[in-house]
């Protein structure tokens, strides 16, 4: 199970306080896939941060008994002086598997050659940083998968390979989506609900999650 009981978190700006959930509850069962609607600047990021462990609630209860990802496609976690391979190596060791699988599976997945695998990051295209940081989501399982907004990367012939590789993950784990498209959250959710006013609200149906998201 993985979220968070009468959460609460908030953070203190100019103009007063910003609130991104007050006193709100999500449980997520393990295999469920759940889409939340949320428009920008509404905390997609914060919500994410929390399920993920990077961020602390204000008050409430965090619920985090299976294993969770970063977000998909995260890229924060690499050094740029450092290159793809030194990068995987040192994550490998991290979350104790096995570096040189890790290394191949990536490299293959995410389409570089060796000049490119043994080059610095911070010589990469923000394109190429992409299908790594994919790569490297889809090379480690998970129980649940942690999306904000971004499910692929690279042109339209990657984004497909991005998503057969996405919905093989999905056949044994779980999806938190957050998201300001109604497109993604009905194409890979079964569970649907919206972020709005610090609450969490959770719907019967996809339509109805839309027509709250719509007229917020």
Same mark, same amino acid.
């Given at each position: ?90 994550? #490998?060791?991290?979350?104790?598997? +096995? &570096? ?6 990536? $490299? /293959?997945?995410?389409? @570089? ?43 339209? #012939?990657?984004?497909?390979?991005? +998503? &057969? ?6 056949? $044994? /784990?779980?999806?938190? @989506? ?39």
């Amino acid at each position: 199970m993985l979220g968070f009981i009468n959460a609460t978190k908030y953070y203190r700006a100019a103009d007063g306080l910003q609130i991104v959930l007050h006193n709100t509850t999500l449980l997520v069962q393990k295999g469920q896939r759940v889409g939340i609607l949320a428009q920008s600047g509404s905390g997609k990021s914060t919500v994410i941060g929390l399920l993920g462990g990077v961020k602390q609630l204000d008050d409430g209860v965090s619920v985090r008994e299976d294993s969770t990802s970063w977000p998909i496609g995260f890229t924060g976690m690499f050094h740029p002086n450092m290159s793809a391979n030194a990068n995987l190596k040192i994550l #490998a060791q991290l979350k104790g598997f +096995d &570096a040189v699988e890790l290394c191949a599976f990536c $490299q /293959s997945f995410a389409e @570089l050659s060796d000049v490119e695998f043994y080059a610095p990051i911070n010589t990469f295209s923000a394109g190429m940083r992409a299908k790594l940081g994919f790569a490297l989501s889809m090379a480690i399982p998970f129980d649940f998968y942690l999306a904000d907004e971004v499910l692929g990367a690279g042109n339209e #012939a990657f984004r497909a390979k991005c +998503d &057969a590789a996405l919905s093989l993950r999905l056949a $044994q /784990s779980g999806l938190i @989506l957050m998201s300001r498209s109604p497109r993604l959250t009905l194409k890979y959710c079964e569970q649907h609900g919206v972020l709005r006013d610090g609450k969490i609200i959770m719907c019967d149906s996809h339509e109805e999650a839309c027509y709250l998201f719509e007229h917020d």
